[in-house]
């Protein structure tokens, strides 16, 4: 689902009614998979989804309405979104060389009004081709979530205030640092921003458009 091309028209038709919160860009499906999911569930449901990091954050400090920072919204303030569970380390996959995002969507959070965010880019091991995960690894992630607890350079619990505070950014990179470093945006992740301004444009033009056939005049 990382990034897909869904019209819009595909939202709008939906007969179950799963986009309640918002219809994604079509640029970039992963809020829709994400409302989809979250319908499938049971009323004490939860789930865990891997996305592409621009999930957990683009679209934050846009002046302007931005209809995946909306919809994300709409999650955090229904206090819904339990943990960016992994800011995964990059070339980990074989399709795409850029990190990812677990994410966890709970509809009986144990821990209400918080989120947990873990940083884990720099949890990794060099291979050839690929990255890889050490058990060790894993199971730093894992007892920081399980026990629910700040490690420092790994995670941190931040209340749901402070994320609506960041313009509901939860990018855990946004919130644990690691090494001193500073996050660099992936090619992949500069492309799919380059889209959202694309549209964004385009639609500003319609609407435009739409105002000055309604006064009579030829832009």
Do not use: C
């Not at 007969?15 to 809020?31: Q, V």
């Not at 449901?45 to 621009?54: E, F, P, Q, S, Y």
């Not at 569970?85 to 795409?96: Q, S």
Request: glycine residues 6%; proline residues 4%.
């Amino acid at each position: 689902m990382w990034n897909q091309r869904v019209p819009l028209v595909t939202y709008r038709q939906d007969s179950r009614r799963r986009f309640a919160m918002g219809y994604p860009p079509a640029f970039s499906a992963d809020w829709g998979w994400v409302q989809h999911m979250y319908a499938s569930l049971t009323d004490g449901g939860k789930l865990a989804v891997m996305l592409d990091t621009g999930a957990a954050s683009r679209g934050s400090g846009n002046t302007a309405s931005n209809r995946e920072r909306d919809i994300r919204r709409q999650f955090v303030e229904r206090d819904l979104v339990e943990a960016i569970l992994l800011l995964l380390p990059e070339n980990l996959f074989y399709n795409t060389a850029a990190p990812g995002i677990i994410m966890v969507v709970n509809r009986a959070k144990s821990h209400k009004g918080q989120v947990m965010l873990i940083n884990a880019s720099r949890q990794f091991n060099k291979g050839r081709p690929k990255n890889f995960l050490t058990d060790e690894h894993i199971e730093a992630a894992a007892d920081a979530y399980l026990s629910w607890k700040d490690v420092e350079g790994l995670s941190r619990i931040i209340p749901t205030e402070e994320a609506a505070r960041n313009d509901y950014n939860l990018s855990p990179s946004r919130y644990v640092t690691v090494d001193g470093g500073e996050e660099v945006l992936p090619l992949e992740e500069a492309l799919v921003e380059l889209a959202a301004a694309e549209e964004e444009r385009r639609q500003a033009d319609e609407e435009l458009k739409a105002v000055l056939e309604r006064l009579g005049l030829k832009r």
